[in-house]
């Protein structure tokens, strides 16, 4: 019955992430080549967290920026890090970690930080809030996506 | 009130001007006009974000305002807010001041907008009170606030 309940549980957004890469939901299909910033987003969080399980996706699509933007990222750290901590400090290690980015072309981050146990008793993605457009003719987010392309 | 009087008068002998505006429905908008301030004006930024979040119970550094969010993500904030029968809180809009966009950031040391404070703490962004608001502990902090949740009348009401 378990893993029926896990499967009703997860969304479709999860499963899509699992079966990278996809056609229609990628701009480019060569993945060694492209998405710099969410292999390095990948990369930190590994190094710096160990965590039992990660998802990082790029949410920009989802946004009033360009295609192909790597500027508004959603991440799900599950972690035995996060032992015993509030949520806030769970969060602050994430930026930390990603505290490059953050300064650099990622205008938006999302973070669902959870421990082992939590994940193993809600296996789910949260779902972002739709887009209102603040980010067209917003010039900070331009000069960000400008330095993340150079 | 007396700190955004004298950085007024710092910024109009420096030839620049901060303007306070109000704005209805318990929202309160800082904004400033042309960005050329002096360097000692990021350090009174500092100061007076210290004496902006502890002026108000509930304080929301967001962008566009209760009334028209710009972002999907301080929208949130604004719907869940509103849910607990929070509608009476300052509300400082970043899109109107890139420097208080910088500054609250550097403030918080938190890198992302919307930012909620809660009695001068800071809470977190959208995600935390989301999480917050799923799993009661935001029915909690307000309340430790004096604010009664709007949800607890739903909850009584409905038993």
């Given at each position: 019955m378990l893993p029926g309940v896990l499967r009703c549980a997860r969304p479709a957004f999860t499963s899509l992430a699992l079966n990278r890469p996809l056609a229609h939901f990628r701009p480019h299909m060569d993945p060694d080549s492209s998405r710099p910033v969410e292999r390095a987003i990948t990369t930190k969080l590994t190094a710096a967290l160990k965590p039992d399980h990660l998802e990082v996706h790029n949410?920009?699509?989802?946004?009033?920026?360009?295609?192909?933007?790597?500027s508004h990222f959603r991440v799900l750290v599950v972690s035995s890090q996060f032992d015993g901590l509030p949520l806030i400090k769970r969060h602050r290690l994430v930026n930390e970690a990603l505290k490059e980015e953050l300064s650099g072309c990622v205008h938006a981050l999302s973070i669902q930080a959870k421990t082992p146990e939590q994940w193993g008793s809600n296996p789910t993605l949260a779902k972002s809030p739709p887009?209102?457009?603040?980010?067209?003719?917003?010039h900070t987010v331009q000069e960000k996506l400008k330095a993340g392309r150079e | 009130m007396n700190t955004i009087i004298r950085s007024t008068a710092r910024c109009l002998r420096a030839g620049a001007a901060a303007v306070y505006l109000p704005v209805r429905a318990g929202a309160r908008v800082w904004s400033a006009s042309?960005?050329?301030?002096?360097?000692c004006a990021a350090a009174d930024l500092q100061k007076d974000l210290g004496a902006m979040v502890k002026k108000d119970k509930v304080v929301v550094f967001m962008k566009?305002?209760?009334?028209?969010?710009?972002?999907g993500f301080s929208n949130a904030v604004v719907q869940i807010l509103r849910m607990h029968g929070v509608d009476q809180y300052a509300a400082y809009n970043v899109l109107d001041d890139g420097e208080l966009r910088e500054g609250v950031k550097v403030f918080s040391n938190w890198p992302t907008i919307p930012q909620v404070y809660f009695s001068g703490e800071f809470v977190g962004g959208c995600d935390i009170l989301l999480q917050m608001h799923q799993n009661g502990d935001l029915v909690e902090e307000l309340k430790k606030l004096g604010i009664h949740s709007a949800l607890l009348n739903a909850e009584k009401e409905s038993k």
């Amino acid at each position: 019955m378990l893993p029926g309940v896990l499967r009703c549980a997860r969304p479709a957004f999860t499963s899509l992430a699992l079966n990278r890469p996809l056609a229609h939901f990628r701009p480019h299909m060569d993945p060694d080549s492209s998405r710099p910033v969410e292999r390095a987003i990948t990369t930190k969080l590994t190094a710096a967290l160990k965590p039992d399980h990660l998802e990082v996706h790029n949410e920009s699509h989802m946004h009033a920026v360009p295609p192909g933007s790597e500027s508004h990222f959603r991440v799900l750290v599950v972690s035995s890090q996060f032992d015993g901590l509030p949520l806030i400090k769970r969060h602050r290690l994430v930026n930390e970690a990603l505290k490059e980015e953050l300064s650099g072309c990622v205008h938006a981050l999302s973070i669902q930080a959870k421990t082992p146990e939590q994940w193993g008793s809600n296996p789910t993605l949260a779902k972002s809030p739709p887009c209102m457009g603040g980010s067209r003719g917003d010039h900070t987010v331009q000069e960000k996506l400008k330095a993340g392309r150079e | 009130m007396n700190t955004i009087i004298r950085s007024t008068a710092r910024c109009l002998r420096a030839g620049a001007a901060a303007v306070y505006l109000p704005v209805r429905a318990g929202a309160r908008v800082w904004s400033a006009s042309p960005p050329r301030r002096l360097l000692c004006a990021a350090a009174d930024l500092q100061k007076d974000l210290g004496a902006m979040v502890k002026k108000d119970k509930v304080v929301v550094f967001m962008k566009g305002t209760p009334a028209q969010p710009m972002c999907g993500f301080s929208n949130a904030v604004v719907q869940i807010l509103r849910m607990h029968g929070v509608d009476q809180y300052a509300a400082y809009n970043v899109l109107d001041d890139g420097e208080l966009r910088e500054g609250v950031k550097v403030f918080s040391n938190w890198p992302t907008i919307p930012q909620v404070y809660f009695s001068g703490e800071f809470v977190g962004g959208c995600d935390i009170l989301l999480q917050m608001h799923q799993n009661g502990d935001l029915v909690e902090e307000l309340k430790k606030l004096g604010i009664h949740s709007a949800l607890l009348n739903a909850e009584k009401e409905s038993k």
